[in-house]
């Protein structure tokens, strides 16, 4: 590691808690949204790396042994060929496995990408060049490019063309949405909002509490639909976001039972103060399915309930208020709870803490900051959103608390190693 890189990552681990070792070194494998289960398998003795896709195989990896440095401000300055301060990395060849048509399709091209970004989720970008065996090579060229994967250098004077893979394009979800439904937003209904950003017309919101012009929010999802899955190497388990179920009026759904029980748990209580009979919580829920500027949402691991969050555009939301400079129109924020015991802890915290910023912003590419106002004494919560990247912007009192602002740019989220 170079000084200067090294200087950097002293810098980021000042910024937040780096979990070191919490995605294992050198993870070999993910799950994807749709349960495909993605394996790298290196070959004794050698650099190469099998990449599987359900035990086939997709593409083999190789390093070059040579490195390459994506230098974009020094271009044409002195600092050209020796800015130092800027990370070279090793060039990873992309060779086609032997089959009939030696092709790999797009959505195996976008697998071998997250495949990589998971091992590798250091670098800032993965320079690779595509085998000429590949018969599908140009389109696979022009996917990573016209998607924003990857970029190639600018500069004039490379003699062998890499394309640089870019760690912040990737989790913004480059090369999905149009591409392929492979993606952490499901394919439904809803995952339109990522194919095309719901149209601008201005709307108004009038309440006890809130007076606001803000955008027309899209309509809501269907009761029951997963709105973001993804697969954290931190804990080993898929996260999903499920639009709440409140079922059909008859019994009691899973959603409503565990949502009644967690907030009469005393813990949960004394953050949200919403203990209560079950008739106060359907009330409660309908209340904000009907509130189109709320997604209520229950998060689960593998599948198994635990936890509940609300997903706020703020521009409408109390909250606007009390913002320095004012709510932008798709500024997003949440309020949240971990139900279950036993998911409760700091990997699980940041995992789905996280998922939920990049949720935000996959939803609605003019989302450009996250903002959180936990109570101020809060210290749990408080610690999940710095290590997430989030900054203290400011402390304040509501009428009833004091809270501490936190908040995130697209551009730091997505430059930082958070995901
Ligand atoms: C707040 C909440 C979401 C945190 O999730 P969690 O899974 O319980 O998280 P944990 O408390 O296990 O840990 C988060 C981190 O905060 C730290 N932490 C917890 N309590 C702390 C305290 N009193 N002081 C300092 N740090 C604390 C933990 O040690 C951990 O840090 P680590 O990474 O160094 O280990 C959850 O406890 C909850 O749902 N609380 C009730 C509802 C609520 O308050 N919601 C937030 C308001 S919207």
Request: charged share 20%; with cysteine.
């Amino acid at each position: 590691m170079s000084s200067a890189r090294r200087r950097l990552q002293a810098v980021q681990n000042a910024l937040m808690t780096v979990h070191k070792g919490t995605i294992p070194d050198g993870t070999n494998f993910l799950v994807l949204p749709d349960g495909k289960r993605v394996e790298m398998s290196g070959e004794p003795g050698t650099s190469d790396q099998h990449l599987l896709l359900d035990g086939e195989p997709v593409c083999l990896l190789r390093f070059s042994g040579r490195t390459a440095v994506l230098t974009l401000s020094g271009l044409g300055t002195p600092h050209e060929h020796t800015a130092s301060h800027i990370p070279h990395y090793p060039v990873l060849e992309v060779h086609v496995v032997r089959t009939s048509d030696q092709r790999i399709n797009l959505p195996d091209m976008w697998t071998i990408v997250y495949a990589l970004f998971t091992k590798y989720h250091e670098q800032e970008t993965i320079p690779i060049v595509l085998s000429a065996y590949i018969t599908n090579g140009a389109d696979l060229r022009s996917y990573i490019l016209r998607s924003g994967l990857g970029r190639v250098s600018p500069s004039p004077d490379i003699s062998q063309e890499y394309l640089f893979l870019m760690r912040a394009t990737f989790w913004q979800g480059a090369g999905q949405a149009g591409f392929h439904e492979r993606g952490w937003l499901p394919p439904s209904d809803f995952s339109s909002y990522a194919l095309s950003p719901f149209p601008f017309v201005q709307s108004f919101t009038r309440t006890p509490l809130v007076i606001a012009a803000h955008p027309l929010r899209p309509p809501k999802p269907k009761q029951g639909e997963v709105l973001y899955k993804r697969y954290c190497p931190t804990v080993g388990q898929t996260l999903d976001f499920t639009y709440f179920d409140l079922g059909s009026g008859e019994g009691v759904s899973a959603h409503l039972e565990a949502f009644h029980r967690w907030h009469n748990d005393e813990r949960v209580s004394k953050g949200w103060n919403e203990a209560g009979s079950l008739q106060k919580h359907v009330e409660y829920v309908k209340g904000v399915l009907n509130d189109p500027s709320v997604l209520p949402i229950m998060m689960s691991w593998d599948g198994e309930l635990m936890g509940y969050a609300e997903i706020v555009w703020l521009k409408e939301n109390h909250v606007a208020a009390y913002i320095p400079n004012g709510a932008k129109d798709w500024d997003r924020g949440m309020h949240v709870l971990v139900g279950e015991e036993k998911f409760r802890g700091s990997d699980r915290a940041q995992a789905w803490f996280r998922s939920i910023l990049h949720y935000y912003f996959l939803a609605d590419p003019r989302t450009e900051r996250a903002i959180g106002e936990p109570r101020a004494d809060n210290a749990a919560i408080v610690k999940v959103c710095l290590d997430a990247s989030m900054h203290i912007e400011t402390i304040f009192d509501f009428p009833y608390k004091r809270s501490a602002m936190t908040c995130v740019s697209r551009e730091r989220f997505f430059k930082m190693d958070v995901l």
